[in-house]
């Protein structure tokens, strides 16, 4: 049996929900600004249930009121563009974790103990350490 763990979740965290992952997903991609309908077909791309435009207005509206996306009116219909990248959206998330801990290191111990990504991060702490950007 495979369980799913949230270490966002469990720190009392929230994240993104489902449809709201997929559009900011679809609007981090382009790199730009997108058009609501643009955000609705691709997300509808890999859904079995597409999503209707209201739905997809409110939707957007949650990271938009999150401050994870800005809008811009574009005639009658808004564009998105991310605020932050996918990596510095994790970085916050991390440090709402620590927030809550009482020792940061064995909460970073714990976190690539489970990711079984010890030599990635030392590799990356070595190119950070050269001056490089990991």
Known sequence: MLLRFSWTEAAGVRGFG?????ITDVVRATG????VRQELEQTNGERPQPLVDNTG?????VPHRKGRLTRAKDG???RHEATRSREEYAASLIDQVWARGTDRTATLVKLF???????????ALAVRAEGGRA
């Open 113 to 123: 103990d489970a990711m079984g990504n010890v030599a990635e991060l030392r590799a």
């Open 18 to 22: 489902e449809l709201e992952q997929a």
């Open 76 to 78: 009658r219909a808004f």
């Open 32 to 35: 730009e600004s997108v058009a």
């Open 57 to 61: 207005h409110t939707v957007t509206e």
